[in-house]
């Protein structure tokens, strides 16, 4: 029996219907949310949530420093959005792109000085976010539902690119 009799049952309901949950809404709304409080957290700062997780993914990586595609790949990210704002992060002196050492038709991308102070100064009001958001669910469940979050995530971008 059901636990609330007045509620429609999933199993009965269309995937489509109103009623129901839709991951695009949900995912789409949880990674608005997500990103407008951390820039507001971290605007004086003079990055965007999105040049954080750069520097984040650049210092992350092999010493050598990234390609630009590689940097796309690991921040689920195309090409032309990577190029735009590596370009504006070159112009504010967070990053220096320089040729791949074997491909000239790759960059590869280094942090720069200015950027790793940047990310020290904000990396507290990343975890302290994100601790923020996780304490909405039961202690014992946080570590389960990222779990759970990276198999969708990974089911997206297989669909996403089939021939993979």
Request: overall charge negative; glycine content about 4%.
């Amino acid at each position: 029996m059901d636990a609330f009799p007045n509620e429609p049952n999933d199993t009965e309901m269309p995937i489509d219907a109103p009623e129901r949950r839709r991951l695009p809404v949900l995912l789409r709304r949880a990674w608005y949310g997500l990103n407008q409080a951390f820039r507001r957290r971290i605007a004086r700062m003079g990055l965007t949530p999105d040049q954080f997780t750069v520097i984040r993914t650049l210092l992350e990586a092999e010493p050598d420093g990234l390609t630009q595609k590689a940097l796309a790949d690991a921040m689920s990210s195309d090409p032309n959005t990577i190029a735009s704002l590596l370009e504006r992060m070159e112009a504010n002196g967070l990053v220096q792109r320089r040729p791949h050492e074997k491909d000239r038709r790759a960059n590869r991308v280094d942090l720069l000085a200015v950027a790793r102070e940047k990310y020290e100064a904000i990396r507290d009001e990343a975890i302290e976010l994100q601790g923020q958001v996780l304490e909405q669910l039961p202690e014992g469940d946080r570590e389960k539902f990222l779990e759970q979050l990276e198999i969708v995530a990974q089911a997206c971008r297989d669909v996403s690119n089939p021939q993979r």
